[in-house]
């Protein structure tokens, strides 16, 4: 039982490590996230200043006739960004959602480890109270067996009893043996 309960506890730190490993990946990969965000956000920047060289660049090729082409061009750099930007927000929403059920998972294996653990020790406990009562019996029946002389009678076994032994009040073939070590009084 020893080894059941050592095994619990190996198989709750194992969880529990495994769930600190998983927690840490996550946060990892929140602040990568966060990184890339900057990055992202950087490239907004970027293009941003992208953008206004090439609306300066629009202006320039407006005054050649270009207008068409430069809106067109600055209407896609914008459509670019935003579906960065959506892309971004649904890989954030993703991994806050993956982060929360790891958690929850987490919870779920370190409660059902010490239940598991509680229980094995409630068990063990309990085995433990019942063998202690069975010996205290089995020390009694000893205790009573001193009181008492086991012999041989013609080659058929036989017990000496004194006379003056407390009978059983529900059935006279028996005899009381009282493992005190004090005489009881005759009846």
């Known amino acids: 039982m020893e ?24 946060k990892q990969s929140a602040a990568e996230l966060k990184q890339a965000a900057g990055d992202v ?8 200043a992208e953008l206004a060289q090439s609306a300066r660049s629009a ?6 006739q270009e ?7 600055i209407a896609e750099s914008g459509d670019r ?15 806050a959602s993956r982060m929360r059920a790891l958690a929850w998972k987490s919870l ?7 239940a598991v653990i ?10 433990n109270v019942q063998r202690a009562q069975r010996a205290k019996v089995d020390a009694q029946v ?20 004194a006379d003056d032994q407390r009978r059983w009040t529900k059935n006279d073939d028996y005899i009381l043996v009282d493992s005190s070590g004090a005489k009881p009084a005759p009846k």
Do not use: M
């Open 81 to 95: 960004l935003r579906q960065l930007a959506d892309q971004l927000q649904r890989e954030h929403l993703s991994a």
């Open 3 to 26: 080894e059941f309960v050592t095994n619990s506890a190996l198989l709750a730190g194992h969880l529990t490590q495994q769930c600190e490993k998983a927690i840490a990946d996550q």
């Open 59 to 64: 202006v320039r090729e407006a005054l050649s």
């Open 108 to 114: 779920i294996a370190i409660a059902l480890a010490s």
């Open 67 to 73: 207008i068409p082409a430069a809106v067109e061009a």
């Open 118 to 127: 509680i229980g094995g020790t409630a068990y063990t406990a309990w085995n």
């Open 41 to 48: 956000g950087k490239g907004v920047a970027a293009g941003r």
């Open 142 to 161: 000893l205790e009573a067996l001193q009181q008492v002389s086991i012999t041989s009678c013609d080659g058929t076994p036989c017990v000496k009893l």
